[in-house]
RNA sequence: UCAGACGGUUGGAUGGCCGCUGGCAGUUUCGACUGCUGGAGGAAAGUCCGGGCUCCACGGAAACACGGUGCCGGGUAACACCCGGCGGGGGCGACCCCAGGGAAAGUGCCACAGAAAGCAAACCGCCGUUUGUUCGCAAGCGGUAAGGGUGAAAGGGUGCGGUAAGAGCGCACCGCGUUGCCGGCGACGGUGACGGCACGGUAAACCCCACCGGGAGCAAGACCGAGUAGGGACGAUCAGUGGCUUCGGGCCACAGGCGGGUUUUCGCGUCAUCGUCCGGGUGUGUCGCACGAGGCGUUCGGUAACGAACGUCCCAGAUGAAUGGUCAUCCAGUGCCACCCUUUUGGGGGUGGUAUGGACAGAACCCGGCUUACAGACCGUCUGGCAUC
């Protein structure tokens, strides 16, 4: 299990975003682009959480439980070649750790990104 | 033992599984991997002061403007901070609080109420006198400021004497002012004499006085790279004076322009000047960047803040931003239920079960402070009350 690549910069957020592709759960929300480099290359994926989760403490936080679940998940079951954007949400501090898992699932399935 | 004052410490623990990042060592197919080791706070926060550091080429003096500070002495690199005092206010007390220079340099303001708000004045009164009188009193004139009333504040306060009634009119004490002496480095304190009291408050109103202060900030700034940076094009104006000269407008001097908020001056740097237009790395990496006014300990000096000497330690360094995620158990805490004990019986305590559940909060160049947030636990010193000996 290791992290995979990150998004860093303002202009990748703002290309998934409009691509209006996301779904909704509970402890998460999940925007998808599927990139021009075809099959082959990596997945990357970019974490979100505003100020409407908290304050800097958890904020960080909510940003970590989301990188420990995506490398679990994404990793593992994610389509090559998109790119992912993992929003946090007020429940991301307080929902359970596998249901936090779940909807990792949940959302990529929905999206059609998910491989077994 | 109860109530309280002040100061300090701490800010869940252990284990399993899986991770992130700095350093060192080794291996390496140069992608990385393995081992060892370090890895958030007392406020990391607010960004309110003071510095270091960096750039603006910018050093000294004076004046003005602007901003800040404001009892005294000390500490400090410095401060608006800290320590010790002084003065004032609060508390039985331990202690706590204070924007605490100048109101006889000048100007302004003092709402409402009140007769009157800064220069003395008199609404109801009080007293004397004249006139009238229905003998209750009324009006005029004069003397007062004790009493009433208004107000945040009404021209010293209390008491005695005094008087027609009163009044610093006289006296005593207190306050105030001037002044002498004594104590203290000083703020100031003590005491004596004189003055019958003049000088209301407000300077978080202008102002005056003393002292301090250039600006911007690590996105500072430097290096690398593809590529020159005092860049290029066009237009306008001016290319001054003197000297030297190898006759190239080359060199020197003077003048001039530009250069901290302004001016003057000394010094320094720089060089045609002005206007318009064009082009130029929102790039990643490296450095800055962590050995510092550094932490800890001992001794000495000092009431203390703090300082000195010696010893010892190396202690986060990320950059869409690491320092963790998850599970289990335990320890505090809290709610509910059951049982028991106690009696300040509306309370207090114990045992068991069950549920819940970790305060405020995340380094971003670095230090010294201030301010604000903070569940709970623990320690020390002191004060007042009760009980006991």
Redesign the pocket.
Known sequence: ???PV????????LKVAATRQKSVTPGLIVQKRVRNGGETTETRV???VSRKVG????R??A???L???T??VVTEHAKMGLDL?IIGRAGTLKR???SLLGDMKTALKKLDAWRD
Request: glycine share 4%; no cysteine.
């Open positions: 299990m290791t992290a990150r998004l860093k910069h303002r202009p990748e957020f970019g974490f979100t304050n800097a403490v958890q960080n936080r940003k970590r439980r990188r420990e679940v490398a679990t954007v359970p750790y596998p």
